[in-house]
T-cell receptor
Framework: DVKVTQSSRYLVKRTGEKVFLECVQDMDHENMFWYRQDPGLGLRLIYFSYDVKMKEKGDIPEGYSVSREKKERFSLILESASTNQTSMYLC???????????FGDGTRLSIL | AQTVTQSQPEMSVQEAETVTLSCTYDTSENNYYLFWYKQPPSRQMILVIRQEAYKQQNATENRFSVNFQKAAKSFSLKISDSQLGDTAMYFCAFTPNGNDMRFGAGTRLTVKP
């Protein structure tokens, strides 16, 4: 089975801090994704990556950046955390186009 | 716009009964894939079922089946013989261009004993 591991289940940070969310997958998937999940809004795509060092903006990239230095790892960075970034963050990976995405457990991030 | 609409924010069903969750989507693409995902409380999102748009036959996975109406852009999920473990958020999603995936807002399903 595909394993997608997010570094933290719960995280509390302060406004203005730089926050790193890490995601690692063990199935050599080319594609990786970061979403945020908010009640009533479903999942919204922040960034995705097709390959190492490649990244594409999703629907809500403002206030976020990403890094993919190795194929198995995709990091989400909140450059200067704000309270409106309090949310559940989900990482996912998949093998190719139109394939199902495999999700991590999620990180519930609170910005105080 | 490539959007997914789940018009039922919450639903409930008695154990052993059948329930149908609705989903509609909007796209101008002809080839795409549709998915239903399940997210149990405080647990990982997992794939329930997948449908390829160019296949007319509705997908089935054990107690889960879909009713895919391509012309109507409708993709409903039927859960037969509902079990307590089916209690979860259910998300409808599709890949309009083969790359990114679009999700609906979700339907919270509660199975009552």
């Amino acid at each position: 089975d595909v394993k997608v591991t997010q570094s933290s289940r719960y995280l509390v940070k302060r406004t203005g801090e730089k926050v790193f969310l890490e995601c690692v997958q063990d199935m050599d998937h080319e594609n990786m994704f970061w979403y945020r999940q908010d009640p009533g809004l479903g999942l919204r795509l922040i960034y995705f990556s097709y390959d190492v060092k490649m990244k594409e903006k999703g629907d809500i990239p403002e206030g976020y950046s990403v890094s993919r230095e190795k194929k198995e790892r995709f990091s989400l960075i909140l450059e200067s955390a704000s309270t409106n970034q309090t949310s559940m963050y989900l990482c996912a990976s998949r093998h190719g186009r139109n394939q199902p995405q495999h999700f991590g457990d999620g990180t519930r991030l609170s910005i105080l | 716009a490539q959007t997914v609409t789940q018009s039922q924010p919450e639903m409930s069903v008695q154990e052993a009964e059948t329930v149908t969750l609705s989903c509609t989507y909007d796209t101008s693409e002809n080839n795409y894939y549709l998915f239903w995902y399940k997210q149990p409380p405080s647990r990982q999102m997992i794939l329930v079922i997948r449908q390829e748009a160019y296949k007319q036959q509705n997908a089935t996975e054990n107690r889960f089946s879909v009713n895919f109406q391509k012309a109507a852009k409708s993709f409903s999920l039927k859960i037969s013989d509902s079990q307590l473990g089916d209690t979860a958020m259910y998300f409808c999603a599709f890949t309009p261009n083969g790359n990114d995936m679009r999700f609906g807002a979700g339907t919270r399903l509660t199975v009552k004993p």
